[in-house]
């Protein structure tokens, strides 16, 4: 498979697009096809080591993904192959598959294009916080 790799520290020019194994579903895991990947402000510290998380080199960024479930691992319960979904990895979705905690992945409908389904968590999340948590927006105001 492909993926977009970070070995060095860099900005976005450091990044390799590189082949490597196919990734394997672990027991609690599920492998996905990734089809679509959200590109946000934290895929840019994380490649320069200026982000809270610093996952060890080599690494893919890219924290959300949407795609097909392709194989499921021992102990997963509610996801079999084919099922469309949306997951919160935190690095590794700039690739063409991703293995990733079950629990960290969820079923999106059928009418959900990947594009949305891959910016929903950070972008609307981060929007929802902001304007929830932080501005205490009231019903009426906008």
């Keep these: 498979m492909k993926a977009l790799i970070s070995r060095e520290v860099g900005g976005p020019e450091a990044l390799k697009l590189e082949d490597l194994p196919d990734p394997q579903a672990g027991a609690g895991q599920v492998v996905v096809d990734v089809k679509a990947c959200g590109v946000n402000y934290p895929d840019a510290l994380?490649?320069?080591?200026?982000?809270?998380?610093?996952?060890?080199?080599?690494?893919?960024?890219?924290?959300?993904?949407?795609?097909?479930?392709?194989?499921?691992?021992?102990?997963?319960?509610?996801?079999?192959?084919?099922?469309?979904?949306?997951?919160?990895?935190?690095?590794?979705?700039?690739?063409?598959?991703?293995?990733?905690?079950?629990?960290?992945?969820?079923?999106?409908?059928?009418?959900?294009?990947?594009?949305?389904?891959?910016?929903f968590l950070m972008t609307y999340g981060t929007s929802h916080h902001a304007l929830k948590d932080r501005a205490k927006l009231k019903a009426g105001e906008t």
Excluded: H, T
């Excluded at 099922?83 to 598959?97: F, H, P, T, V, Y």
């Design 46 to 119: 994380i490649i320069r080591d200026m982000y809270q998380f610093k996952p060890a080199r080599p690494f893919s960024p890219g924290g959300e993904i949407s795609g097909i479930v392709s194989a499921v691992g021992a102990n997963v319960a509610g996801f079999k192959p084919g099922d469309r979904i949306l997951a919160s990895c935190g690095w590794g979705g700039m690739a063409e598959k991703v293995a990733i905690d079950a629990g960290r992945v969820v079923k999106i409908p059928d009418a959900m294009p990947y594009d949305e389904a891959a910016a």
